[in-house]
């Protein structure tokens, strides 16, 4: 499987930061700064990039855990870059190490785990 699914193996996507993805949208936090579970879902999305080309037509990933530390804030009209790579491989599990940066400040990092599993069966399991 590690043949497969190399070590190392790495994705990057920026995301701008809008009103939408704010604490203030949320309605928890009267602050324009990006939310905490926004920054997971875009570091999460950057594991997806990385492994969806090395997945077959019948194959999909699933996060099953997450820790991350929200160091930093991004603020509305700013980016985020966020960056995954691929750290180990346990059978069908992936673990990722996750960064996210807005400019040269590190505003969360942490690790990802992924499951891969058979899309028709989860998909059907999930209806």
Do not use: Y
Request: one cysteine or more; glycine letters at 8%.
């Amino acid at each position: 499987m590690i043949d497969r699914f190399p070590i190392g193996t790495a994705a990057t996507h920026e995301w701008p930061v809008t009103q939408k993805l704010t604490v203030q949208a949320h309605g928890t936090v009267d602050a324009p700064v990006l939310a905490t579970p926004q920054l997971i879902f875009m570091l999460e999305d950057a594991c997806v990039l990385a492994l969806n080309p090395l997945l077959t037509e019948n194959e999909i990933t699933v996060g099953t855990s997450v820790h991350v530390d929200h160091l930093a804030s991004a603020k509305v009209g700013q980016s985020v870059k966020v960056t995954a790579e691929l750290v180990s491989v346990r059978g069908r599990r992936f673990v990722f190490r996750v960064e996210g940066r807005c400019g040269k400040t590190v505003i969360g990092r942490g690790l990802h785990e992924r499951a891969m599993v058979d899309k028709k069966e989860f998909l059907a399991a999930n209806s």
